[in-house]
T-cell receptor, first 114, second 115 residues
């Protein structure tokens, strides 16, 4: 079945550092890919998404590119801020049109220190 | 924001007691979901609903039941709570199944502790 593997945390960085959180997936066909963010005490929010190969999703300075050849969707940000401290989840939807279920990775906790 | 509320937000209960968690949405979304979040597991799907009175099991459905009698409400019941069901529970909705441009929206979560 479908699965998502993402980099284990926790990850601790200094403010203004470059961020990469790795995500790879296993799925048949062409899934849609997502990054969700969870701030302390809150539910998940969609951060960005990509629906086909070579698409780049971007939001709030974060970017991720759908790489079918490497089955990856790594999250990057050039200069992180303290407010980016959160848990980040990579996820995918099924490959059949109308498939409504998300499969999540285990999450990566990110802490940014001033 | 899909206007999703969950109640209660926090609950402590004892082993063997029944527990019902409620999810309420104001956006008339067709699909609704219950997930549990545990360290090292991410979010795992418990049950979901694709319409009033239409539900299906997720990957961790044992020990849980659901009901959806109205579009806006999706109830999760633990018939006899166990300590392994201590977790944070999230409700989610999806407005238009079949659209690759859409995504799920999540509620704020319910923290359940079973002693």
């Amino acid at each position: 079945g479908d699965s998502v593997t993402q980099m284990e945390g926790p990850v601790t960085l200094s403010e203004e550092a470059f961020l990469t959180i790795n995500c790879t997936y296993t799925a048949t066909g062409y899934p849609s890919l997502f990054w969700y963010v969870q701030y302390p005490g809150e539910g998940l929010q969609l951060l960005l998404k990509a629906t086909k190969a070579d698409d780049k999703g971007s939001n709030k300075g974060f970017e991720a590119t759908y790489r079918k050849e490497t089955t990856s969707f790594h999250l990057e940000k050039g200069s992180v801020q303290v407010s980016d401290s959160a848990v980040y989840f990579c996820a995918l939807t099924g490959t059949n049109f109308g498939n409504e279920k998300l499969t999540f990775g285990t999450g990566t906790r990110l802490t940014i220190i001033p | 924001d899909a206007g999703i509320t969950q109640s209660p937000r926090h609950k402590v209960t004892e082993t063997g007691t029944p527990v019902t968690l409620r999810c309420h949405q104001t956006e008339n979304h067709r699909y609704m979901y219950w997930y549990r979040q545990d360290p090292g597991h991410g979010l795992r799907l418990i049950h979901y609903s694709y319409g009033v009175k239409d539900t299906d099991k997720g990957e961790v459905s044992d020990g849980y039941s659901v009901s959806r009698s109205k579009t806006e409400d999706f109830l999760l019941t633990l018939e006899s709570a166990t300590s392994s069901q201590t977790s944070v529970y999230f409700c989610a909705t999806w407005s238009s199944a079949g659209s690759f441009q859409d995504t799920q929206y999540f509620g704020p979560g319910t923290r359940l502790t079973v002693l």
